[in-house]
């Protein structure tokens, strides 16, 4: 849920920034901290659930049919999330300087939104890849 928060979020920030003018700059600062935020809640909300919950589902994915729903899509997910949470540290910082006034600065945001939404899909979908592996490893277990 925070994890789609910030993907919305950030969204939001990158066409705002398509837009920016003086009057949506206020806006713009507070999104790219919510964005932040609701990243850094997934971060501590999700690491929580994989170290307690996610070792079950583990083992029901590498003793299925699709091992490599761990193999690869949760081992790239664990270390993108730090390039995520970088990133999405990094925007509220961008964002803070006079957007509508520099060319430089709104380039920069809008690079910093664009990798965050991609990266932010893009583990939206290897989930989707984990949690089929998990129901298909319970379904080959238990035809």
Known sequence: MFGVGCL?????VFVDVL??????????????????????????????WYVFFY???KAIILKGPWPFAHNFFMETKEHLVILLLLLATYLPIAAAGNLSASKDARRVVLWVAGMMVLLALMMEGDGAVIAMGVKIGLLAAHP
Do not use: H, K
């Open 8 to 12: 919305v979020t950030t969204l939001w």
């Open 19 to 48: 837009n920016v003018s003086e009057a949506n700059q206020c806006r713009i600062r507070r999104l790219s901290r919510a964005a932040a935020v609701f990243m850094w809640l997934a971060f501590l909300i999700g690491g929580y």
């Open 55 to 57: 070792p079950v589902d």
